[in-house]
């Protein structure tokens, strides 16, 4: 599979935004995906996560409450709500895909995906 984000922009705090990301490939229900994201001079951090039949899904407490992660299998693609934003939510957002499962902790870690996408900004100004 291979992934293509976008959907990201520049938006005030208290804002939402909703970026997508498109796999191609026919195998897309078969993979469990999520969101990272990193901000300038930072590493990669983890945002959301969910399973293939979206009845799983994991959060960075960071985005609790404020994020959803879903997906649309029939249209190959998955979705970040991300709503009342704070400007330290400003990052390049990626998605990522595994044919693994085990816990919220492994699927939290950069090292548990074998597929990542290009990545769109979001910018979230004061």
């Known amino acids: 599979v291979q992934l293509q984000a976008s959907g990201g922009g520049l938006v005030t705090a208290g804002g939402s935004l909703r970026p997508s990301c498109a796999a191609s490939g026919r195998t897309f229900s078969r993979y469990h995906l999520a969101w990272f994201r990193q901000a300038p001079g930072k590493e990669r951090q983890f945002a959301a996560f969910?399973?293939?039949?979206?009845?799983?899904?994991c959060y960075a407490d960071s985005v609790k409450g404020r994020f959803t992660i879903s997906r649309d299998n029939a249209k190959n693609t998955v979705y970040l709500q991300m709503d009342n934003l704070k400007p330290e939510d400003t990052a390049i957002y990626y998605c990522?895909?595994?044919?693994?499962?085990?816990?919220?902790?492994?699927?939290?870690?950069?090292?548990?995906?074998?597929?990542w996408g290009q990545g769109t900004q979001v910018t979230v100004s004061s």
């Open positions: 990522a895909a595994t044919t693994q499962w085990g816990s919220c902790v492994r699927a939290s870690s950069t090292g548990f995906y074998d597929v």
């Open positions: 969910i399973n293939w039949s979206s009845d799983t899904t």
